[in-house]
């Protein structure tokens, strides 16, 4: 894209033109279906001892942990012989015992939320509790400056400043793990601490760190510090350009704009600015949060290049990497363009991405005002959000997901204690009142109203109260009650924004008085007036159930209700077939079992759909779920209208439900009519339906009242010239047609697409009279063999079938079909190389079929991660196990694979003890 102009918005000035207001600023009603949420967090933010969370730090410090356990997981104590080592008296990798070397992470996170929560409630309690874990951390940076171990007395990290020296010398994820990542966390809790919470401590520890950081970096070039970031996991760094951008403002210091500038990835900035797509194969949260510092470096240096690469990779990840939920990426990585069905696996969606994703598009939004942005955030926070907290209470726990899974039969990974989504996720619950309104920042004051729940703003600069109420979450009838709040008259101007949901228009009065404006889905509609005391602007947005179809796979099909994605509850682990199309309304709306949709989930919170139950994604449930279904149409069906007449396949495929929804789709009777008069004349043409069959389809449509009861005079044309249509049918006989042949796969596919065992296929005829026919099938390049039953295809890769019926008279039909497959899974293998106390492991796999599709791994202290360089593992006093598994790009999973460690003191020979089933790894010595 043209770096000069953003959504044909010539760009002349840096400065947002509307910002979010402050956390105090807005509430959320009880009402609201983001408060239970709420409220669940705020209780593990009221009780949760502070003393755990400085454990790691005090451990490091020298100082007394005073009893306290850590968190856990990730957020644990360091390896019992591990020091809090400087750059110059680390041992090294071959000696060094180490463990949870992301520590302070969890801290960092827990303190954001400690400040957004007593910023939401105006909480002194939450203040105070901020302010405790402020007071200890600054505690334990002095306690580290005085050691005189390290470079600066800014430094202020649980387990010392060697993570940063061995980064500056290109060490391996498994040596390391994310040192600026951590760091990121810490400051940017101490400068929530410090903006929303008013702790000024928490302003010196945090200008104290970023000059430590500012030194560190100012002694690399350019070129060094690029093949940093570029290290997998081991060079993530989370935000850090955003904070310290952030951080430069608030003190004045040019030193701290320089340091975030130095993590700009020359690459991603380049691909971003100009439309190159380099995502696929990206750890995706190494790299969102980025963006969001880009927005603000944008922001601070006026270089356009900054916001041009931020929407640049925002539109290749929304929507064609985009799950239904909001969601994105298949264990943390992005996938090739346009693919969101083929990069179904079972680790899909993580949470942390989509927190940074809706950051940057409300970001993106303040200096755009592109709908757009709104439209992602609104279905990630509606659904991904607020979907990733399980209904439960806890006082330990911040029960999120990390996953949350897209695949047939899903399960949420809630609870995550001390893991980077469980970071985040302490902080979306606390956030939901964000992003709702925006305050414009032109001269003549403007309200932007993004989203649509229960909530009050008081902007007092202003003068006036706004709150928003609604009957449920799926009502289509949304109140803002408008109130001066300074006794006199406020002219404000109001914009509303239309979700790309809305089913035809927006509807808009005030006090009850009709509004004419222009209120088309995906824009925003304008009330510009002077408020007097107390009002009421009504909005009617109108939702219909839509089943939404995978942009890389039409048969692939989400529901949605207007914001709410539904998935249905099944406890099958295999893909559901429905017959979507059959339900499919003019204009693109889904039919359920019952008309009213939303006063089904508001009574029930359920709804039945092709008779399956069907609920919100965001509540909170630990059942298994599907977010996507397959179409499956056998008969020609339309509006709810079952007609019994086969939908017999072309040579490619195709039927005549897929013409009859062509683009442009029919958008009402009178379109739809008239479609399907024009596709039966196609069929009978083509010998896909007979005239009887064709009376049959157009004849089950009017009488199922299409045409009738109140209908336009263009419906009623159309009706007229279908029944036409159907009259003159009467007198024309049934063509003797071809027998129709299909050929029919069972079971059905892995969501990748590809058959993941044997696929047993039936060719079958249809429109036969005459037992006299002939059913042959052919095999790729084979002969053609006569079949009478199913036959099993036991062959791998890409297999071509043809299928032809024969009649007694010679008559025939043909259609082919291509099945990929692969049913073994990938062979991997670890090569083992011995560095003094430690080892260096590098993971191998190949697939000849599919492909690799990644190679996983985890050890003592580290999560599932994917393998994507040799990683060292320090020996310790106990065994360790690592368990590696490759997949491929069908879906196979290879059983999971184990190397075993010795512990140090038996490590005297490079046979290192590497078990599995049969025996796979080797020592270099061996090699």
Request: glycine share 10%; hydrophobic share 40%; with cysteine.
């Amino acid at each position: 894209m043209d770096a000069r102009a953003v959504d044909g918005r010539a760009m002349t000035d840096a400065a947002p033109r509307a910002l979010p207001f402050p956390y105090g600023a807005v509430r959320l009603q009880p009402t609201s279906a983001f408060a239970p949420a709420r409220d669940r967090m705020l209780h593990l933010a009221r009780v949760y001892p502070i003393d755990r969370l400085l454990a790691v730090f005090r451990a490091g410090a020298g100082l007394d942990t005073r009893g306290a356990e850590p968190p856990g997981a990730w957020e644990g104590f360091g390896h019992p012989a591990e020091e809090p080592w400087g750059e110059y008296d680390y041992p090294g990798r071959e000696t060094a015992q180490t463990a949870n070397l992301l520590r302070g992470h969890y801290a960092g996170h827990f303190l954001s939320m400690l400040a957004l929560a007593a910023a939401g409630e105006d909480d002194d309690e939450l203040r105070s509790r901020v302010d405790e874990l402020v007071g200890g951390l600054a505690e334990v940076q002095q306690a580290l400056a005085a050691t005189g171990r390290y470079s600066h007395p800014g430094l202020l990290f649980a387990s010392g400043e060697w993570q940063f020296a061995r980064l500056e010398h290109f060490a391996p994820y498994g040596e390391i793990w994310a040192p600026y990542y951590t760091c990121h966390k810490l400051m940017a809790g101490l400068l929530d601490a410090y903006e929303l919470a008013g702790n000024k401590q928490a302003l010196e520890v945090v200008t104290g760190m970023a000059h430590w950081i500012s030194g560190r970096l100012e002694k690399l070039d350019h070129d060094h510090r690029q093949r940093m970031w570029s290290l997998y996991i081991a060079g993530e760094f989370g935000g850090m350009n955003e904070t310290l951008a952030r951080l430069s403002a608030i003190v004045d210091e040019p030193r701290f704009l320089a340091a975030a500038r130095a993590f700009d990835q020359g690459d991603l900035l380049e691909a971003g600015s100009s439309g190159h797509d380099i995502l696929d194969g990206m750890h995706a949260n190494q790299h969102l949060p980025q963006l969001v510092g880009y927005v603000r470096e944008y922001e601070l240096t006026g270089e356009r290049r900054y916001l041009a690469a931020a929407i640049g990779v925002f539109d290749q990840v929304v929507p064609g990497r985009m799950y239904a939920h909001g969601g994105t990426g298949e264990n943390e990585l992005w996938g090739p363009p346009r693919t969101v069905a083929g990069d179904i696996g079972r680790r899909n969606a993580e949470t942390c991405a989509t927190y940074n994703l809706v950051k940057l598009a409300e970001a993106l939004f303040t200096h755009t005002l592109a709908p757009r942005f709104l439209d992602y955030a609104e279905r990630a926070r509606q659904n991904h959000i607020l979907g990733s907290r399980r209904a439960v209470d806890s006082d330990d726990s911040p029960e999120v997901t990390y996953m949350f899974p897209v695949h047939a039969g899903a399960l949420p990974e809630y609870d995550n204690v001390g893991t980077c989504c469980g970071g985040t996720g302490l902080e979306n619950h606390v956030g939901h009142q964000t992003g709702i309104f925006f305050r414009d920042t032109g001269a003549e004051p403007a309200l932007w109203v993004a989203r649509y729940t229960p909530a009050e703003l008081r902007w007092d600069e202003r003068g006036v109260s706004v709150e928003v109420d609604q009957e449920h979450p799926f009502a289509d009838r949304v109140t803002l009650r408008v109130q001066t709040t300074a006794g006199r008259p406020v002219r404000l101007a109001v914009h509303l924004r239309v979700p790309d949901w809305v089913a035809g228009g927006a509807e808009v009065a005030v006090d009850g008085h009709r509004v004419d404006v222009d209120a088309a889905p995906g824009g925003f509609v304008t009330i510009d007036r002077t408020w007097r005391g107390d009002e009421r602007i009504e909005l009617t947005l109108p939702a219909v159930l839509r089943s939404e179809p995978a942009i890389d796979d039409p048969g692939l099909r989400s529901l949605r209700y207007g914001p709410h994605a539904l998935v249905a509850r099944d406890e099958s682990t295999t893909p559901i077939e429905r017959a979507w199309d059959a339900r499919r309304m003019p204009g693109g709306a889904t039919r359920a079992d019952l008309d009213d949709v939303s006063a089904a989930l508001a009574a029930t919170g359920a709804v039945s759909i092709a008779g399956l139950r069907h609920e919100p994604v965001w509540n909170g449930s630990d059942e298994r779920y599907h977010l996507y279904s397959r179409a499956d149409d056998r008969t020609i069906g339309f509006a709810g209208v079952e007609t019994g007449v086969p939908a017999r396949r072309r040579a490619d495929g195709t039927t005549l439900i897929d013409a009859l929804w062509a683009e442009p789709a029919p958008q009402d009777d009178a379109e739809l009519l008239d479609r399907l008069v024009a596709v039966c004349r196609i069929g009978m043409a083509d010998s896909l339906v007979s005239a009887s069959e064709a009376r049959a389809v157009i004849g089950a449509g009017l009488d199922a009242g299409l045409g009738i009861g109140g209908a336009s005079a263009a419906t009623a044309d159309a009706a007229r010239r279908a029944r036409d249509f159907v009259g003159a049918l009467t007198t024309t006989p049934d063509a003797v047609m071809p027998p129709t042949v299909d050929i029919v796969v069972s079971p059905a596919p892995a969501a990748s697409g590809w058959f993941t065992a044997p696929p047993t296929v039936e060719v079958r005829a249809a429109g036969v009279t005459s037992d006299r026919l002939r059913l042959e099938l052919r095999i790729d390049d084979g002969p053609w063999r006569a079949v009478d039953g199913p036959v099993v295809v036991d062959r791998e890769g890409v297999v071509r079938l043809a299928a032809r019926a024969v009649d007694a008279d010679g008559r025939s039909s043909a259609v082919r079909r291509e099945l990929a497959i692969d049913t073994e899974p990938p062979r991997s293998e670890a090569r083992v190389k011995q560095l003094g106390a430690a080892v260096e492991i590098t993971l191998i796999a190949a697939d000849d079929v599919s492909g690799v599709d990644a190679i996983r791994w985890e050890g003592e202290g580290t999560f599932w991660a994917t393998f994507q360089e040799a990683f060292v593992r320090a020996l310790t006093d106990h065994e360790q196990v690592i368990e590696f598994a490759a997949t491929d790009r069908a879906g196979n999973e290879e059983a999971r694979r184990r190397i075993t460690l010795p512990p140090a003191s038996k490590m005297d020979t490079i046979a290192i003890a590497l078990k599995s089933a049969p025996d796979i790894a080797r020592s270099e010595n061996d090699s």
